[in-house]
């Protein structure tokens, strides 16, 4: 099992940036792929972007291409979320999540591939 830890939500004006981290723990995080997903009020959770447990190959939802960047440290075992262009229709509480197969072929982005998932972060965007 692994223990997932976000950080670096907040409040931003419409147009700025915020770079989220996910900080794990408890098993070997570079042989998982991670995603980030969100949720806003009274929505369904969404994927958002997700990255191979290699870190050569990412993937986004259609909603954040070209604004969001995925990353990761497999030294530092940490998953990061660059934003950039935030809109106030990406407020939502965003969670960061762990694959549950070992080096996966592919970038899952369906909730139920993933069996880890941190507490989330709010990320509010004002107009």
């Known amino acids: 099992q692994v223990q997932l830890v976000e950080s670096g939500g907040g409040l931003v004006q419409a147009g700025g940036s915020l770079r989220l981290s996910c900080a794990a723990s408890g098993r070997t995080f570079s042989s998982y792929a991670m995603g980030w997903f969100r949720q806003a009020p009274g929505k369904e959770r969404e994927f958002v972007a997700g990255?191979?447990?290699?870190?050569?190959?990412?993937y986004y939802g259609d909603s954040v291409k070209g604004r969001f960047t995925i990353s990761r440290e497999n030294a530092k075992n940490t998953v990061n979320l660059q934003m950039n262009g935030l809109k106030p229709e990406d407020t939502a509480v965003y969670y960061c999540?762990?694959?549950?197969?070992?080096?996966?072929?592919?970038?899952?982005?369906?909730?139920?591939?993933?069996?880890?998932w941190g507490q989330g972060t709010q990320v509010t965007v004002s107009s």
């Open positions: 999540a762990s694959d549950k197969e070992v080096r996966s072929f592919s970038i899952p982005r369906e909730r139920t591939e993933y069996g880890s």
């Open positions: 990255i191979s447990w290699s870190g050569g190959r990412t």
